[in-house]
């Protein structure tokens, strides 16, 4: 019932479509400007270029600078605890993304600038990339469900594009010595500390140089993890270190100039993964990436332009083994834009060297070093020639070896149809892959363990998504509504074997040897559910805004066949008996004010809920239990005096009433961090 109460409450303030009560002491045009802004937003992720958000072929959501700004957004982890569909729980090594109730992190692609950022060794997109701070950061494009077609693997359940600002952004009156903003961060809950010097210089020639350096630390915060036992719920021997941040930086540099972008970034991140509750123990983690990307768009005649990509990464993981891994790739782009279609077809080839892992624990096995590549060809059309209506078809062709060793077809295609000039209505079938990390392979890469007999396997194949989902947009110059049903499909799941009860087959193993599985390919699992976002302006001073998730997410047959014989899933902390996947809330709601004040002062208050979320909470019997409903109260206050040009304070909370309820984490229980105040100074020159 309470859930009930709250969904009907926000849809009923949220999506109804509400007049524009403009101040009348406030000017009209100074408010149309603004709301145009709001109505004319555009994206590039779901089509590889410019299109308007309520005709993007992907369900996206956009959160621009000015939102990230006005709502105090201090880190991408922030960010997607406010995004419809996406959740994150801690893990004692990293932080775990969910979208669509599929909580693992190697299903979602993160970008900067159209650059894939995802390692193939281990997580995929790790605890690295929930970047410290956002201040060069111009708009996120956040996209759930699968974007293989254009993208490639790893966009299984959701996409992460962040897109930074440019030099010519950054210094448009063009000053003599550029322009930019300096800031330092303090967190008193765990001393997180951190400060950005952003600078912009737009040259006479039509080049620019944008240059951002970020330094971090943090003292650190434990949050319990909690187990279920046989009389319930007990401490669990390891704790969470992950906000204990030693000293790390940030340098990113990006030059434009006559249709070339030259970028260079490198990333040094530490922290420390404590092993006890007593902080008497600690593995240190080292993450380092350095990444060099030239990108030319050349404008051609009649509708044409061609996109070219150069790129060199180099990345190093140490934490309980090292990780190493580097590589550089090209990709081109053919683009024709025609009054009543658009064709786009592309290339791509990337090449790494995987590994040697090797163990700083005696445990671990070492892993010899492989040379991966991907080749990859593309295309997409959109056909407007029967008007109103809009047809997308496309696909990708992919070849990888040695991870997967098998060539995947990714086909698209999407309808939309505009109802009028403010409903539209849209039918999307995406689709996606994930190739197993090198280290969920197995066997076919792996040595034997130190006692040289023992074998561990790994996943056999690539996973493979397909979603449908169905839209509904509403907009107008002050209103933002969408409402999307999906229901996505992953064959071939790779999951831990941990998850199940292995029986083996003695016979299938050589003589001498132990075959162990860590990974494995589980037929199917299936997540469906509703996802509505909104947007409203009431005027010029108050904005309200807030999404609703529900999902649900249910695995394929108990029993799945595997090398060495059958393993039989759950119930255990991942499926219940029913095959339903637990450890997430099914309801998520974020509700969001947002005031300008007199004193130049701007307030944003913003309310997290989440309910209904199935754990394991005694194993003798085995019993499950219901969590929820939880609820978390964030603030931040702004003030840009108007004596001082460029000055900027803000002031924010999180968990102002210092919830810290039992959570359902992943695959455990946990409590949420308490009350934490900080402040932020900020100048711009």
């Given at each position: 019932?309470?859930?009930?109460?709250?969904?009907s409450?926000?849809?009923?303030?949220?999506?109804?479509?509400m007049p524009?009560?403009?101040?009348?002491?406030?000017?009209?045009?100074?408010?149309?400007r603004e709301?145009?802004?709001?109505s004319r937003?555009?994206v590039v992720t779901?089509?590889?270029?410019?299109?308007p958000?309520?005709?993007?072929t992907?369900?996206?959501?956009v959160?621009?600078?000015?939102?990230?700004?006005?709502?105090?957004?201090?880190?991408?982890?922030?960010?997607?605890?406010?995004s419809a569909g996406?959740?994150l729980?801690?893990?004692?090594?990293?932080?775990?993304?969910?979208?669509?109730?599929?909580?693992?992190?190697?299903?979602?692609?993160?970008l900067?600038?159209?650059?894939?950022?995802?390692i193939a060794?281990?997580?995929?997109?790790d605890?690295?990339h929930?970047?410290?701070?956002?201040?060069k950061?111009?708009?996120?494009?956040?996209v759930?469900?699968p974007?293989?077609?254009l993208?490639?693997?790893?966009?299984?359940a959701?996409?992460?594009?962040?897109?930074?600002?440019?030099g010519?952004?950054?210094?448009?009156?063009q000053?003599?010595?550029g322009?930019?903003?300096?800031?330092?961060?303090?967190?008193?809950?765990?001393?997180?500390?951190?400060?950005?010097?952003?600078?912009?210089?737009s040259?006479?020639?039509?080049?620019?140089?944008?240059?951002?350096?970020?330094?971090?630390?943090?003292?650190?915060?434990?949050l319990?993890?909690?187990?279920?036992?046989?009389?319930g719920?007990?401490?669990?021997?390891?704790g969470?270190?992950?906000?204990?941040?030693?000293?790390?930086?940030?340098?990113?540099v990006?030059?434009?100039?006559n249709?070339?972008t030259?970028?260079?970034?490198?990333?040094?991140l530490h922290?420390?993964?404590?092993s006890n509750?007593?902080?008497?123990r600690?593995i240190?983690?080292?993450?380092?990436?350095t990444?060099l990307?030239l990108?030319?768009?050349?404008e051609?005649?009649s509708?044409?332009n061609?996109?070219?990509r150069l790129?060199?990464?180099?990345t190093?993981l140490?934490?309980?083994?090292?990780?190493?891994?580097?590589?550089?790739?090209?990709e081109?782009?053919?683009?024709?834009?025609?009054?009543?279609?658009?064709?786009?077809?592309g290339a791509r080839?990337?090449?790494?060297?995987?590994?040697?892992?090797?163990?700083?624990?005696?445990?671990f096995?070492?892993l010899?070093?492989?040379?991966?590549?991907?080749?990859s060809?593309?295309?997409?059309?959109d056909y407007?020639?029967?008007?109103p209506?809009?047809?997308?078809?496309?696909?990708?062709?992919?070849?990888n070896?040695?991870?997967?060793?098998?060539?995947?077809?990714?086909?698209?295609?999407?309808?939309?149809r505009?109802?009028g000039?403010?409903?539209?209505?849209?039918?999307l079938?995406?689709t996606?892959?994930?190739?197993p990390?090198?280290?969920?392979r197995?066997?076919?890469?792996?040595?034997?363990?130190?006692?040289?007999s023992?074998?561990w396997?790994?996943?056999?194949?690539?996973?493979?998504?397909?979603s449908?989902?169905l839209?509904?947009?509403y907009?107008t110059?002050?209103t933002?509504a969408t409402?999307?049903?999906?229901?996505?499909?992953f064959?071939?799941?790779?999951?831990?074997?941990?998850?199940?009860t292995l029986?083996p087959?003695m016979?299938?193993?050589?003589?001498?040897q132990t075959?162990?599985l860590a990974?494995?390919?589980?037929?199917?699992?299936?997540?469906?559910?509703?996802?509505?976002e909104?947007?409203?302006?009431?005027?010029?001073?108050?904005?309200?805004?807030?999404?609703?998730?529900y999902?649900?997410?249910k695995?394929g047959?108990?029993?799945?066949?595997?090398v060495?014989?059958p393993?039989?899933?759950?119930?255990?902390?991942?499926f219940?008996?029913?095959g339903?996947?637990?450890?997430?809330?099914?309801?998520m709601?974020?509700l969001?004010?947002?005031?300008?004040l007199p004193a130049?002062?701007?307030l944003?208050?913003?309310?997290r809920?989440q309910?209904?979320?199935?754990?394991?909470?005694q194993?003798a019997p085995?019993?499950?239990?219901?969590?929820?409903?939880?609820y978390f109260?964030?603030?931040?206050?702004?003030?840009?005096?108007?004596?001082?040009?460029?000055?900027?304070?803000?002031?924010?909370?999180?968990?102002?009433?210092?919830r810290?309820?039992?959570?359902a984490?992943?695959q455990?229980?946990?409590?949420?961090?308490?009350?934490?105040?900080?402040i932020?100074?900020g100048?711009?020159?």
């Amino acid at each position: 019932m309470t859930s009930f109460r709250t969904v009907s409450l926000f849809a009923s303030v949220m999506i109804l479509p509400m007049p524009v009560l403009a101040d009348s002491n406030k000017s009209e045009e100074a408010l149309a400007r603004e709301l145009e802004g709001l109505s004319r937003q555009s994206v590039v992720t779901a089509s590889r270029e410019r299109t308007p958000l309520e005709m993007a072929t992907s369900p996206m959501t956009v959160i621009t600078a000015e939102d990230i700004q006005r709502q105090g957004l201090r880190t991408l982890k922030e960010v997607l605890e406010r995004s419809a569909g996406f959740s994150l729980t801690p893990k004692q090594a990293y932080d775990i993304v969910a979208a669509r109730g599929i909580n693992r992190n190697m299903n979602i692609l993160f970008l900067v600038d159209g650059h894939v950022h995802n390692i193939a060794n281990v997580y995929g997109m790790d605890q690295q990339h929930l970047y410290p701070t956002l201040d060069k950061i111009e708009r996120i494009e956040i996209v759930r469900g699968p974007g293989s077609t254009l993208w490639g693997s790893d966009a299984a359940a959701g996409i992460i594009h962040i897109i930074t600002k440019d030099g010519a952004q950054l210094d448009a009156s063009q000053q003599p010595g550029g322009s930019g903003r300096a800031s330092v961060d303090y967190q008193q809950r765990d001393g997180r500390t951190s400060a950005n010097l952003l600078w912009g210089k737009s040259f006479a020639n039509g080049g620019d140089l944008m240059t951002s350096l970020t330094w971090m630390k943090s003292n650190g915060d434990i949050l319990p993890f909690y187990r279920a036992r046989a009389n319930g719920p007990e401490l669990d021997a390891a704790g969470n270190g992950l906000t204990n941040w030693k000293d790390s930086y940030e340098l990113f540099v990006k030059g434009r100039w006559n249709g070339f972008t030259l970028t260079f970034s490198d990333t040094e991140l530490h922290w420390a993964q404590n092993s006890n509750y007593t902080h008497t123990r600690y593995i240190d983690r080292t993450w380092k990436q350095t990444s060099l990307r030239l990108t030319h768009l050349a404008e051609l005649e009649s509708g044409w332009n061609l996109e070219s990509r150069l790129w060199a990464d180099q990345t190093k993981l140490d934490s309980t083994a090292r990780y190493p891994e580097s590589g550089f790739g090209a990709e081109g782009i053919l683009r024709l834009a025609k009054s009543d279609y658009r064709l786009l077809a592309g290339a791509r080839y990337a090449w790494r060297k995987i590994g040697p892992d090797t163990p700083v624990v005696a445990t671990f096995s070492t892993l010899p070093a492989i040379r991966d590549q991907t080749v990859s060809l593309f295309a997409e059309g959109d056909y407007t020639g029967l008007a109103p209506w809009i047809f997308t078809l496309g696909g990708r062709l992919e070849y990888n070896r040695p991870r997967s060793n098998e060539t995947l077809f990714m086909p698209r295609a999407a309808v939309v149809r505009p109802l009028g000039e403010q409903w539209t209505v849209k039918y999307l079938h995406n689709t996606g892959i994930v190739r197993p990390g090198y280290i969920y392979r197995g066997k076919d890469f792996a040595n034997p363990e130190p006692d040289g007999s023992t074998y561990w396997l790994g996943a056999q194949k690539a996973q493979k998504v397909s979603s449908d989902d169905l839209q509904l947009v509403y907009q107008t110059p002050s209103t933002q509504a969408t409402l999307t049903f999906y229901r996505t499909r992953f064959d071939d799941y790779i999951i831990s074997a941990n998850y199940g009860t292995l029986a083996p087959n003695m016979a299938l193993v050589p003589a001498g040897q132990t075959w162990n599985l860590a990974y494995l390919n589980i037929d199917r699992l299936t997540t469906q559910g509703v996802e509505l976002e909104a947007r409203q302006r009431i005027n010029r001073d108050v904005t309200l805004y807030g999404n609703y998730t529900y999902t649900r997410v249910k695995r394929g047959r108990a029993v799945q066949e595997t090398v060495i014989g059958p393993v039989t899933l759950g119930p255990n902390t991942m499926f219940d008996a029913a095959g339903n996947m637990v450890g997430m809330p099914r309801h998520m709601v974020n509700l969001g004010a947002n005031i300008r004040l007199p004193a130049s002062l701007d307030l944003d208050v913003h309310l997290r809920y989440q309910d209904r979320a199935d754990v394991l909470w005694q194993t003798a019997p085995l019993t499950y239990r219901t969590l929820g409903p939880d609820y978390f109260l964030d603030f931040a206050l702004t003030w840009r005096p108007p004596a001082s040009k460029g000055l900027d304070v803000r002031f924010y909370g999180r968990n102002l009433l210092d919830r810290k309820g039992v959570l359902a984490g992943s695959q455990v229980l946990y409590q949420p961090e308490g009350r934490a105040l900080g402040i932020e100074l900020g100048y711009r020159f």
